[in-house]
């Protein structure tokens, strides 16, 4: 079956920088959209950074953008969001998605497949 395993997540000060991973399996990898979304306590499930099944597109939302970048490897089979300049506006629960568009309106009704998530705490 098709799982895909966040890692990385963590407490870090605003200002610091975190990478997340995710490692996917039970899907043909190089041919899937992939994404990032994050949800915050008391807030839907929200868009954050979608990538090509080749790479060669990226999407980020207005909230991220400029400090947050998205990649993958096909060869590992797996996605990075790498996390910048981080505000304790970012704290969220960061999850992987397999999703069907890879933006830039990437919705959770685009999405197929979905990670555990890993928790992200920026502090002031």
């Known amino acids: 079956q098709v799982q895909l395993v966040e890692s990385g997540g963590g407490l870090v000060q605003a200002g610091g920088s975190l990478r997340l991973s995710c490692a996917a399996s039970?899907?043909?990898?190089?041919?899937?959209?992939m994404g990032w979304f994050r949800q915050a306590p008391g807030n839907e499930r929200e868009f954050v950074a979608g990538?090509?099944?080749?790479?060669?597109?990226?999407y980020y939302s207005d909230a991220v953008k400029g400090r947050f970048t998205i990649s993958r490897d096909n060869a590992r089979n797996t996605v990075y969001l790498q996390m910048n300049s981080l505000k304790p506006e970012d704290t969220a629960v960061y999850y992987c998605?397999?999703?069907?568009?890879?933006?830039?309106?990437?919705?959770?009704?685009?999405?197929?497949?979905w990670g555990q998530g890993t928790q992200v705490t920026v502090s002031s």
């Open positions: 990538i090509s099944w080749r790479g060669g597109s990226t």
């Open positions: 998605a397999a999703q069907r568009i890879p933006g830039p309106k990437a919705t959770m009704s685009v999405v197929d497949y």
């Open positions: 039970g899907l043909t990898f190089n041919t899937q959209h």
